[in-house]
Each structure stands twice: as structure tokens, then as C-alpha cells.
């Protein structure tokens, strides 16, 4: 029986990301499901001072819809998703980025509902919360600090994470696309980061959310690396892989590598599609 990709997406993101993946997955004859998390895709929130002429003092104050949203919320959501899902046979379940906290949530708690897990240059969590990773030395590349000009208001009073993706700045936009898409074209590029929206949650999750040997390590699981991924690193990722191993050993990895930045193989996925669609096989 054919499985079904049931897709999660990262930070700032939403289900619109995976389309050029599901045209191509559905093109080698596989069912998709993109899921948008709680506050996500049509239930974000797009203020009015977001449009153009921007208004960034507005912006700053407006409320948003994701705001109190939590991990657990995230869970919740897509273990209804998996539950549908699981109906129609085996589910496979990618994640992406910050999606990959989600996934390794809901694996932890719903392990009967997910067939193969696979983590595309995405977090998952074992010996530390996802945040104090940033403190590790395999992240030592990663200049957050870069992005705080894009940041808007105090995450404290909005209870969210606000970002002015449309920004004309080019110090800003140069931030960005070498943090997420440092491989793709000025009209690839701009397209995509007009695909995220404003806000994201606060709640990445706390040590209860990292990966269980009695759960989550029961399932078959594979990791996508990507090798010029400068937002999640090539030695953060292998960290997670090590770990993850570690905590499972009859269970490890099984690792595969994707050439591109942490966008490229959702804007070019013939390649993801097709490593996918071995897995679906195997």
C-alpha cells in the first residue's frame, strides 16, 4: 500500500512552501499532505501595516492569531493530521527546520501513527532544548544577531516572534538569503521569502519534548542532510544524527545528503522528491 507524506513545515513558514515538492512527488505517483500548524497558512495573521507603505510603528503594537500558540498546540494539530492519514496506510512524516520539534513531539507521543519519520535539516531535539543549542559550538556560525534588524516589537508584549520579511533593506535581505538561500537566484529568492509570513510562536519546547528511546525511538527514521544549509548547520545536523543514534542504537539513522542551502530543495525538489519516493519504495 502506497504511504502518504504528511509534510511540516519550519518557522515562519506554512504549507504553501511544500507545493513545488508535492507537484513532483504527485508527478511520481505519491499521496501528500502539507499541514499548517496552528497560526499558520490561512490562519495567520497579515496586518494591515505589514502591506505597503509599511507602517512599522503599527506593525510593532498589532496583535497576531499565533499569539499563546504552544508545542503542545502543534501536537495536538498534527496528530489529527496523522490520525486521518494513518486510514489510508502507512505514513511517512517530513519535517523541515523548526517543523522537525513538532515531529519529534508527536512521534513521542503518537508513535503508532507514524510509519518513518524523516528530518530534513530539521531539530531534533535529544540532549538539549532546541534554544540552547544556539549556545553549542556547532552553531558558532550562525549570527542571529544579523537578523535582529528585521526583528518588529517586543516579542515580550505581542507574546509572539515578529519579522519584516518584506523589507526593501539590502543589508537585511542580504542577512537573509545567507542565512536561508544563499544558492538560489535574486527572483527564487525574493519569491520565497514573500511565501513566510510575519509571525511565528514563542514555544519551542522544553526538555519533555526531546526525543524518547521508548517512543519516538521505536520508529524507523531518516535524516536529510544538506550540505550548505548556513541557518542549521552541517555540524548541527550531524550532532542531532550522532545523538539520536546514542540514545537508540539498535534503531540509528539512516543518512542521506542533499546538495543545497536550507531552501534550495524545496524551490529545485526533483532531488528531495525522488529521495523521498525510494523511501516510500524501501
Not at 486521518?84 to 512521534?107: C, D, E, M, Y
Not at 556547532?138 to 520579511?165: C, H, I, K, Y
Request: net charge negative.
Amino acid at each position: 500500500m502506497q504511504p502518504t507524506f504528511v509534510l511540516v513545515h519550519g518557522a515562519f513558514a506554512n504549507s504553501f512552501s511544500f507545493a513545488p515538492l508535492q507537484a513532483e512527488l504527485g508527478l511520481l505517483g505519491h499521496r501528500s499532505v502539507a499541514v499548517d500548524l496552528p497560526g499558520h497558512g490561512f490562519g495567520a495573521t497579515y496586518p494591515l501595516a505589514y502591506q505597503a507603505p509599511q507602517d512599522l510603528a503599527g506593525l510593532a503594537t498589532t496583535p497576531g492569531a499565533i499569539k499563546g500558540v504552544t508545542l503542545a498546540d502543534n501536537v495536538a494539530h498534527l496528530t489529527g493530521v496523522l490520525e486521518r492519514a494513518k486510514r489510508n496506510g502507512p505514513v511517512i512524516l517530513v519535517s523541515h527546520s523548526r517543523g522537525g520539534a513538532t515531529a519529534t513531539a508527536a512521534a513521542n507521543a503518537r508513535p503508532d501513527l507514524i510509519d518513518r519519520l524523516v528530518y530534513v535539516s530539521a531539530w531534533c531535539p535529544v540532549q538539549l532544548d532546541v534554544a540552547a543549542y544556539y549556545a553549542e559550538p556547532e552553531m558558532a556560525t550562525v549570527d542571529v544577531a544579523a537578523l535582529a534588524p528585521a526583528m518588529v516589537g517586543n516579542p515580550a508584549e505581542l507574546g509572539l516572534l515578529r519579522t519584516n520579511f518584506r523589507t526593501a533593506d539590502p543589508a537585511v535581505l542580504a542577512v537573509f538569503r545567507e542565512a536561508f538561500f544563499a544558492d538560489g537566484t535574486d527572483d527564487e529568492f525574493l519569491t520565497f521569502l514573500n511565501t513566510f509570513q510575519p509571525d511565528e510562536n514563542l514555544d519551542a519546547g522544553t526538555s519533555a519534548d526531546r526525543a524518547q528511546a521508548g517512543t519516538w525511538g521505536r520508529i524507523p527514521r531518516t535524516y536529510v542532510r544538506l550540505t550548505d544549509d548556513r541557518s542549521l548547520p552541517l555540524a548541527l545536523q550531524d550532532r542531532l544524527i550522532r545523538e539520536g543514534d546514542e540514545l537508540t542504537p539498535d534503531n540509528p539513522y539512516d543518512v542521506r545528503t542533499l546538495e543545497g542551502s536550507h531552501l534550495k530543495w524545496l524551490v529545485r525538489p526533483e532531488p528531495a522528491a525522488r529521495l523521498l519516493a525510494e523511501l516510500a519504495a524501501s
